[in-house]
């Protein structure tokens, strides 16, 4: 039996008329895969278009539970150690110059806990300008004065090396590597590129907030993307663009969720070994840091206790006017992309939206 109100949809409209936003894509889903779907507003305002079930968005930080899966799919196939120096793989030393003795792992980059910071990395981000990975992690910029696998510090660098080791162990461009081995098998048509999206049309434009007009601004659009998509480097030299640069829609990303959900298999295509998905999903690091949203976090994973029985795993994703999140526990999952509202008021990493979207949820599902 569903886990869903029969009326989730109506409901969902309603209480979301009360937010100030562009347009919105929700789906919940039980752990045996039946799903509602619901959409609000608009993929464009300059053309009018409304949103589409299938329509794609720039996901944002959610991408990193993507990268974390084309990783670990090496780590069952034998190639690569998450505990192990992560300098065994870039091919040149990596160390936190406050801690030189202590070596830095593919597990404390995915649990956030490497001492590597975006200091540097934003610096980067903001040229074309070819900047290899070795510079940014010799210049002692990069890292906070804690010891590796000790402190919480969110860092989109790290998911940018994660994408590095692919294509030093693949010897293929992450963004290939990436299709091939997930979405492809998924017959998710989309990708990290524009190039990579069968339905560019479906692409919904991105908008930030005004305030002095109470309206909404374009950010980006498919041209706009286009525009600043970053270039292909040398293998192992591409960490930028990964960190939070996936474009796929709600009843896409429905299906890397059920992969998850179901210990790395989604209708008999195996993409993760069960024991893998449960390493994601236990505590690789707890404590406090400076944005309350994490306490607990798994590979890529955050792990949430607070709104439902069963703890909920997964990501949310803050950039370009959109707000998103993917998450689940044992008895289902929630999908929640919006492509621009008023968030001046947020400074934490959920802010109050998502919080509120997650709370209907629950009320209206057995989560």
Known sequence: MT?????FKSNYKKFIAKYNMVGSNVLVCDKD?????????????????KTKKNSIYRIASISKVVVAIGLLKLKDKGLVDIDADISKYLGFIVRNPYFPTVKITLRMIMSQSSSINDNVY?????????IKLQDILENNESFNQTEPGKEFDYSNLGCGILACVIEKITNKYFTEYIKEEVLLPLSIHSGFRLEDLKYPDRLVSHYLYNPETTGFTLFRDYD???????????????????????????LDLYKIMQVLMHKGIYKDIRILNEET??????????????????KKKGLQLIIMDEFTISPLYGHFGNAYGLRSFMLYNDQGGMIFLCNGANFLNDVEHMTVLQKDIIEF??????L
Request: charged share 30%.
């Open 122 to 130: 934003d610096r980067a981000n903001a040229t074309d300008d070819y």
């Open 33 to 49: 895969g039946n799903y509602e779907a619901c959409t609000t507003g608009f993929a464009s305002l300059e053309k009018q278009e």
């Open 3 to 7: 886990i869903i109100n029969p009326i």
């Open 361 to 366: 949820i629950v009320k209206e599902t057995k």
């Open 277 to 294: 998905v449960e390493e994601m999903e236990r505590v690789n690091w707890e404590g406090k840091c400076a944005d309350p949203t994490y």
């Open 224 to 250: 706009k993307f286009k525009e600043v998509q970053c270039l292909r480097y040398p293998l192992g030299d591409n960490y930028r663009g990964v960190a939070g640069g996936l474009y796929i829609s709600s």
